[in-house]
T-cell receptor, first 116, second 109 residues
Framework: DGGITQSPKYLFRKEGQNVTLSCEQN?????MYWYRQDPGQGLRLIYY???????QKGDIAEGYSVSREKKESFPLTVTSAQKNPTAFYLC???????????????FGQGTRLTVV | GQNIDQPTEMTATEGAIVQINCTYQ??????LFWYQQHAGEAPTFLSY????GLEEKGRFSSFLSRSKGYSYLLLKELQMKDSASYLC??????????FGAGTRLFVKA
């Protein structure tokens, strides 16, 4: 079945350590996204990519990095420079917006990162 | 700035109808989405409106008025499993999607 997979579901890290969150999709989507979700707030865009080997900063990119070496994969690294990294992280994919009528995003199950 | 407003919480009774409102102010408009999100899970797509009017999909309907910057999601014949957060999201002129904070719906017996 086609879908988008994030791993792990829960992640604990010590302050000051970098951590990488995995996101894989087999929906053949060109566009992939990383969002952060905090209680009482909407999803905030961290990074997005519309094609392999290219990505753009979203609204809250500071302290994060990404790569897009393969169409299927879009890993997110939370670096020690991110001041408040504890959050629920969601990865999503879609066809490239503006190229089709329904361009809803398909989301992974999320990774809850806790930094202690 | 860009802004999407929706109520924080709503409570409704099983079997009833509930309407969740969403107002938005964005730089241009290229469609409005509604997603459902159960606690700790992924948002799932419910509906998409790009033209004014009502879109119906089973127990769920979504309405859009672009001139008023307004949408609502209507849920009929409420079931306990409809207890979730409902996210309104708008795509702006650059096709960037902005999400509201979500409305937590509690369905009681």
């Amino acid at each position: 079945d086609g879908g988008i997979t994030q791993s792990p579901k829960y992640l604990f890290r010590k302050e000051g350590q970098n951590v990488t969150l995995s996101c894989e999709q087999n929906l053949n989507h060109d566009a992939m996204y990383w969002y952060r979700q905090d209680p009482g707030q909407g999803l905030r865009l961290i990074y997005y990519s519309q094609i392999v080997n290219d990505f753009q900063k979203g609204d809250i990119a500071e302290g994060y990095s990404v790569s897009r070496e393969k169409k299927e994969s879009f890993p997110l690294t939370v670096t020690s420079a991110q001041k408040n990294p504890t959050a629920f992280y969601l990865c999503a994919s879609s066809i490239v917006p503006g190229t089709g009528f329904d361009t809803e995003a398909f989301f992974g199950q999320g990774t809850r990162l806790t930094v202690v | 700035g860009q802004n999407i407003d929706q109520p924080t919480e709503m409570t409704a009774t099983e079997g009833a109808i509930v309407q969740i409102n969403c107002t938005y102010q964005t730089s241009g408009f290229n469609g409005l989405f509604w997603y459902q999100q159960h606690a700790g899970e992924a948002p799932t797509f419910l509906s998409y409106n790009v033209l004014d009017g009502l879109e119906e999909k089973g127990r769920f309907s979504s309405f859009l008025s672009r001139s008023k910057g307004y949408s609502y999601l209507l849920l009929k014949e409420l079931q306990m499993k409809d207890s979730a957060s409902y996210l309104c999201a708008v795509r702006d002129r650059s096709f960037k999607t902005i999400f509201g904070a979500g409305t937590r719906l509690f369905v009681k017996a």
